[in-house]
């Protein structure tokens, strides 16, 4: 069970992360990038963030191009905490694919 502080954490963590992404894909028209959840360790060292991409085609390419920034985008997520966290947990990035596992549900109930 997630306490109290660590969902606000989480929420605080999502709501900076999807501003960063926000900006970051104001330059490529078409894409999408929304966090969707911040899972925080307990000792807040670890923040898996999963993301939810648009279109879903290019989702593993931009998630890789993710991955290979994360150290930046820690910097950018550190620059925007310092003054609510002490230390900012290390990122982990994974793709949340819920609303595709949804879409194909309702495609197999509409047949």
Request: hydrophobic share 35%; glycine share 6%.
């Amino acid at each position: 069970m997630e306490s109290k502080r660590l969902n606000k954490i989480g929420r605080l963590l999502q709501k900076e992360l999807g501003d960063i992404f926000q900006k970051q894909t104001q330059g490529m028209p078409g894409t999408l990038i929304s966090v969707s959840t911040v899972r925080v360790s307990p000792d807040l060292s670890v923040a898996k963030a999963y993301l939810s991409i648009f279109p879903s085609e290019r989702g593993e390419e931009l998630l890789e191009a993710i991955r290979t920034n994360t150290k930046a985008i820690r910097y950018d997520l550190g620059q925007r905490v310092r003054n609510q966290l002490r230390i900012i947990p290390d990122l982990s990035f994974f793709i949340d694919d819920s609303l595709d596992y949804i879409e194909n549900i309702d495609k197999l109930l509409n047949k």
